[in-house]
């Protein structure tokens, strides 16, 4: 068997995850300014372009399974920030609507992007370089 295949540094699969962490942490104090998580702010960056959207639609634009978003979305339901209500026509489906409350983060939160990207020590060029690759990866699923 070849040990250098089982050497950590030499899995793709770790400076990702390692990576993944570190920039999700560095939005830590930013949300924390705006009273959300980091996977509530996915999902209301969603909502801020949707305004109206099913729990399944989220799910897919996020990568996220229902068990994960449910909780998610009840937190944010309480805080005031979203409405949860069954669809009319289908009542399986969960349609999900931005409250005022919630559009109203959406101008403080659109400063954190510019915030994010000065703590990365990556040039513009390179982030958009490694923004095409992550998707070229999550678009072969």
Not at 17 to 26: D, F, G, I, T
Not at 83 to 92: K, P
Request: proline share 4%; net charge neutral.
């Amino acid at each position: 068997m070849d040990n250098e295949r089982l050497k950590l540094k030499n899995q793709l699969c770790f400076p990702l995850y390692a990576c993944a962490k570190e920039v999700v942490r560095s939005y830590k104090p930013y949300l924390d300014e705006i009273g959300l998580t980091y996977t509530q702010y996915i999902a209301m960056m969603v909502l801020w372009e949707h305004e109206t959207i099913n729990v399944k639609t989220l799910g897919e634009y996020l990568y996220l399974d229902s068990g994960t978003l449910t909780p998610l979305l009840k937190r944010l339901e309480s805080a005031g920030f979203i409405e949860r209500n069954r669809d009319l026509n289908d009542e399986r489906n969960v349609i999900i609507k931005l409250t005022l409350k919630g559009e109203a983060l959406k101008q403080p939160a659109s400063m954190i992007p510019e915030k994010i990207q000065k703590c990365l020590p990556i040039t513009q060029n390179e982030a958009e370089i490694l923004y095409k690759l992550l998707y070229k990866i999550l678009d072969n699923k």
